[in-house]
Each structure stands twice: as C-alpha cells, then as structure tokens.
C-alpha cells in the first residue's frame, strides 16, 4: 500500500491543480493576516472558508482522481498487489496531497506573521487538523461515489450533490425542523442532528475551542451544555474519526467485490 | 497451467460467460478468438482476477485464484487500453512497476527495440497512443513470468514494432512459456498462434490447432474459416 500511496502522492504533487491549491491557501492567509491584523480573528475567518471550502475541493478532487487513473487501476490490479492496498493507496495519495497544500498554504503565512508567538497556536492547530479530517472524510465519501457509478457524469453528479447537501442544504433543513418543533424538547435532537453531518460538527469543534458563545449558535450552546468544552471536543474529534473509518470500510468492502 | 471450470459471469441482466470449461496444460500460444462482446476481455480477466465471475472455479498453477493475489507475479498482463497517470514520466512509470514487482527486469533492451530512449523524460499525457502501447508492451515484456496475457497487443503499432512485437512473442514462446492472445487482425494470429479457441456467446465454440479449424470449415484461409464459424451459428 505505501507503494502506491507514494506514486499517487508525487503525481498529485506534481500536477498544476495542487498547486493552486496550494496558492490559494497562502494567497488566503496573507491576505487575511494583513487585513486582520490579529491571528484569532484570522482563523475565525479561516474556518468559515475552510469548513465548506475543503469538503468541496475533497469532493471534486477525489472523483476526478478516480476517474482519471481508472485505466492505470486495471493495470495495477493486474500486478501482483492485493485489491486493498491499492484503493486505500489512491485514497491516501489523494487526501494526503491535499492535506499538504492546506497545511503549508495556511501554515507558512501564519508562522511569518509569529503564530508561534500567539496565543492562537492551540486554535490554528485545531483548525489545521479539523481541515484535515474534512479532507479525509468528503475524499473518502466522493471514492465511494465513483467506485459505485461507471458513469462519471452521474459520479460527479452526485458527489457535488452530496457536498451541496451537507454543506448547505442540511443546515437549512436543521433550522427548520427546529422552527417546527419548537414546541418540544429539541435538544438531544439537535444534539443527533449535528453529529451527523461532518460539517456541523467541525464547525462546533471550532468553536468551542475559540470559546466564541456569540457565534455557537443553539446546537453549539446545548452542545456545550451538554458536554462542556472538554468532554465536547473529545467527543467530536471520536465522531470525525468514525465519520472517516466508516466510509474507509465500506470503500475496502466495495472494492472486494467489484469487477474490472 | 491454467485450469477453468464452470465458469458463469453475467453483468446485470446480460449474460456474458455461461459454463466456459477451458483446459491450459501446455505451453505454447493460445488465440482467444470470437466476435464483439463474445466475452474474450471478461474470460482473460476472470483469470487475472480483475472480474469476479458468479459460479465456477480457476486454477493457475494449481491454486485457486479466489481471494488470491500471489499468483499474480506468475502473470505478465498486457491491458487492452493502454493509459497511464499523467504526470509521471516514462522512466518513473517502469521504476514504479519494477518497484511494486521486485523481480529482475531487461528492460533496457526492450527499450532500445522499440526505440523509446527519446520519450524517457517525457510526460505519459504528453505521448501518442502508438507510444504509449510500446510502454505498454515493455511493461509487459520486461518481466520472466510462465504466463503471458496479451489483449488486442496490435492497436495502434506501426509495421516495425509489429514485427518486433511478433518477435518478442516468439522468443517467449521457445523459453516454454504459455501466452493467451485475443486479436482481431487474423494475419496476426495465422502467424503466431498454435491453438486456436473460439468463444461464442459465452462458451468455448471450438479448440484446436488452425489446421483442424480449416478442415472442419472447409475455408482455405483464417479469416474466413473464423467467419465461417460465426455464420454456421447464426444459421442453425
């Protein structure tokens, strides 16, 4: 597997969309820096892009990835290698390209501009690894998507649906569901409700770190009622990791059985 | 070498392989012939794995093939498509394949054969699809296995690697190796193979040398004798 992890991840590195990738991270934190002039309110800004921002590039680049190296996967499973590897090997090449670009897009503005000098180190750190998962987690769901659909137009089809759907239409959703309900005790629904969408909850794990009550909205505020800053940290950084082990299994499962 | 019994595979509702039973003892080269869609491609990769047939069994080399993938590096398997990442150069694509198979390789010479030394340093989107499939049949050649897989290895090759294409073959075949070929040039296959076997719709029609297949159709040539049997069937 760390064979093909390793090809993947230098032929990603080396191909032009990583690099704008890349780019735009740093373009993003330099500009953000020198308007903000204040490192905690930089990432305050940085994770309302990061949170819908990375599920979609995940989406996109995962379905593309897969696509395009679909020939070079038959050659491969011809080789004397076991199916598994070379699924998870792709997946990691993927994710893991992209987690660089967004960790060194972000991170070398912010180190220039002295985060190790701030007390916001804790708080980037978080947002960097929350950026991460969500790479992890959208990449993961949109290998799954292709693996299932031979036709690409309908693997991006729904790949973008499915992000446009956890990223936006949830929410709305959410809200209006608790408008509805507002007559009854919502908040181990609610509670449910955002651990259930990887967004919702990355969104919460930041939050409650930054420790920003005005911005934590209902779900956040019962969420740490309910859990307090401690206990709700731990428990969504658990959630996400199951959030990427079960797409993983079911991507290992479905290449098992799959013919090529 | 390679044992098949039973063998079903359908996709959805079409039914692509019903009950192929196909013995490979010798060595030797086989010529998996039949029309568009007879089920070559799915046969050749049931027995590379790649598609998972419904009932039956496949042996190489006395072990099953199911949940394996050892056997494998007894297999040299020429794809039908030949497309590469993009990004990684010729020579990185060869180390890459060297790498994940950790056998020795020759191919130096290959290289120098099909005169590929200029496209080394190139880019493999940037090579056109002739190139690519001399690549292709280095990758393939590069390695000493006892079975060779070739699918469609003609597509796209100019008159000169043709021929050292079907040099290559013949030199394997005299190290007693065991090499499957679909093809639909007939030429190709009059010249290189030894048995011939026919599959229509989804069974093994015929298997024998080409003379036999001749006399039984009573044609002079291959390419009519192949026709012949497609005919014969489509009127009974």
């Known amino acids: 597997m760390l064979k093909i992890l390793k090809y993947s991840f230098f032929d990603l590195i080396r191909s032009r969309w990583s690099y704008v990738y890349f780019l735009f991270y740093l373009l993003l934190g330099f500009v953000l820096l020198f308007l903000n002039n204040d490192v905690s309110k930089a990432v305050i800004t940085l994770m309302n892009i990061i949170i819908v921002l990375v599920p979609l590039i995940g989406t996109i680049f995962g379905v593309m990835y897969y696509y395009n190296s679909k020939e070079f996967t038959e050659l491969l499973l011809a080789q004397p290698i076991r199916r598994t590897s070379i699924f998870l090997g792709q997946y990691f090449g993927v994710a893991g390209s992209l987690t660089m670009s967004l960790v060194l897009g972000l991170g070398i503005p912010f180190v220039m501009y002295g985060l190790f000098k701030s007390d916001a180190i804790f708080d980037f750190s978080l947002l960097l690894v929350t950026g991460a998962f969500l790479t992890l987690i959208f990449t993961a769901l949109s290998f799954n998507i292709a693996l299932s659909n031979e036709n690409k137009i309908k693997g991006f089809g729904y790949a973008v649906l499915l992000w446009l759907f956890l990223a936006v239409i949830y929410d709305g959703l959410f809200l209006m569901s608790l408008i509805i309900f507002k007559e009854y005790p919502l908040d181990t629904f609610s509670l449910a409700a955002t651990m259930i969408n990887p967004i919702d909850l990355s969104r919460i794990l930041i939050l409650l770190e930054l420790d920003i009550s005005a911005l934590l909205g209902y779900t956040g505020a019962v969420f740490k009622k309910f859990f307090g800053t401690q206990t709700g940290l731990i428990i969504s950084i658990v959630m996400l990791v199951i959030w990427t082990a079960i797409p993983l299994w079911w991507l290992t499962y479905k290449a098992k059985r799959k013919d090529f | ?236």
């Open chain 2, 1 to 236: 070498m390679i044992h098949i019994k039973e063998l079903h595979k359908s996709f959805g509702k079409n039914k692509v392989l019903s009950g192929i039973d196909l013995d490979i003892e010798t060595n030797g080269i086989f010529a998996v012939l039949g029309p568009n869609g007879s089920g070559k491609t799915t046969l050749i990769k049931s027995i590379l794995g790649m598609v998972l047939p419904q009932k039956g069994t496949i042996t190489v080399n006395g072990a099953p093939i199911k949940k394996n993938w050892k056997y494998r590096e007894q297999i040299d398997y020429l794809p039908q498509i030949a497309n590469f990442p993009g990004n990684l150069k010729v020579r990185e694509l060869i180390r890459m394949i060297k790498d994940l198979r950790r056998k020795p390789s020759e191919e130096q010479r290959l290289i120098t054969l099909f005169q590929l030394e200029p496209f080394m340093d190139k880019r493999l989107s940037t090579l056109s699809g002739g190139t690519k499939q001399k690549v292709n049949i280095v990758l393939t050649f590069m390695f000493d296995c006892p079975l060779i897989v070739l699918d469609e290895p003609t597509t796209g090759l100019d008159p000169a690697s043709l021929i050292h294409l079907k040099g290559l073959i013949r030199e394997e075949k005299e190290k007693g190796k065991t090499i499957l070929i679909t093809s639909h040039i007939m030429q190709f296959v009059a010249e290189v193979a030894n048995t011939i076997v026919y599959i229509l719709e989804g069974k093994i029609y015929f298997k024998g040398s080409i003379p036999e297949l001749k006399e039984q159709t009573r044609q002079n040539d291959l390419e009519h004798a192949i026709a012949a049997i497609a005919n014969a069937k489509n009127h009974a």
